[in-house]
């Protein structure tokens, strides 16, 4: 090998490895790449390597992978940024990804919910595959029909316009809740659902509908926030006649307003009504008292997401079966107050 000659310029180039090791840029290249067994000798491979490290060579990876059609970059779609769900979400995916030498861009809906416009007008071409949430399935209408990969999470297994979906079990989830609350007697439940239309939430419905096919169950939509939760709850809870003993709420964002609109009224929880949310985020145990919901493994689902498109892009098959929930009983469930 030549003793590396100084360059020109801040950063070296393949043409200066090139130059220091007496050889092609095409050999530094595949050498650079690990592609050079059966191409070049081990002789050869070691000289392009001791001159790069003695240049300080670095090899700019994404041009390279942009020529192998390659970035190494998955983006993940969610509805908020702001929702502590999803953050956990990215986190799993991110770190799977980690682990495989790939990046993770995440793209929030400007709205925090519902449809998201094209994220990127070239996003495709700088990307290997996407992965995103059911409640941010309009902005994915770009990709659809491309041959880009797309992992859905949460979503509805029927969609063949997806690749792969990896779902939470949350109709299991519903029915640990009306499960836990029939044991403690209720039998007249408020469904304070979610605005949002979503599969998962769709999902939650009808089987809460089909767990207490033989209790009185009314159903109040609100927005996803504890102020319009509030006030949704409020106001079916001043409604004359009997008064339900349990609230079912599809989030605990939802139980959160549930709550305080109990306050307001003069009722206590659990003892004059019983609330149960759903995703057991932070504000859970903040609350006063606690909730009682059901335990989603948010990162648990990013992992898998991200493992879902990796198989894809490796030609495996992705793993199967829906992510187990668990019910969390806590002081804000007990049971049904007398008549």
């Not at 995440?106 to 519902?114: A, E, F, K, N, R």
């Amino acid at each position: 090998m030549q003793s590396p000659e100084p360059f020109s310029g801040s950063r070296p180039t393949s043409r200066d490895v090139a130059r220091a090791a007496g050889v092609s840029q095409a050999t530094v290249s595949l050498v650079l790449g690990d592609k050079w067994r059966g191409r070049v000798s081990e002789r050869t491979a070691g000289s392009v390597r001791e001159a790069a490290a003695s240049l300080g060579y670095r090899p700019n990876l994404a041009a390279r992978n942009l020529r192998l059609g390659s970035t190494r970059t998955a983006l993940l779609v969610v509805p908020a940024l702001t929702n502590e769900f999803f953050a956990r979400v990215y986190t799993g995916a991110a770190t799977v990804a980690a682990r495989h030498g790939f990046g993770v861009v995440l793209y929030p809906s400007p709205d925090g919910v519902g449809p998201a416009k094209d994220p990127f007008a070239s996003a495709r071409a700088a990307l290997d595959g996407v992965i995103a949430s059911s409640m941010a399935t309009d902005a994915l209408n770009a990709f659809r029909g491309t041959d880009l990969p797309l992992v859905m999470l949460d979503s509805d297994p029927s969609d063949s316009g997806a690749t792969a979906h990896v779902n939470l079990d949350v109709a299991d989830g519903m029915r640990q809740v009306t499960g836990h609350l029939l044991a403690l007697g209720h039998r007249s439940f408020l469904h304070l659902a979610s605005a949002v239309s979503s599969w998962t939430f769709d999902v939650r419905a009808a089987a809460l509908a089909e767990a207490l096919s033989g209790a009185s169950v009314r159903t109040v939509r609100a927005p996803l926030d504890v102020q319009g939760a509030r006030e949704a709850a409020q106001r079916a809870l001043a409604e004359p006649g009997p008064r339900p003993t349990a609230i079912v709420c599809d989030d605990d964002i939802l139980a959160a307003g549930a709550c305080k609109a109990a306050r307001r009224l003069g009722l206590r929880v659990p003892e004059d009504l019983s609330v149960t949310g759903f995703d057991d985020l932070a504000l859970a145990t903040a609350v006063e008292p606690e909730l009682t919901t059901v335990r989603l493994p948010a990162e648990r689902i990013g992992e898998r997401g991200m493992a879902a498109l990796l198989a894809v892009l490796d030609g495996r098959e992705p793993e199967r079966g829906d992510l187990p929930v668990t019910l969390a009983t806590r002081a804000s469930s007990g049971p049904a107050p007398a008549r």
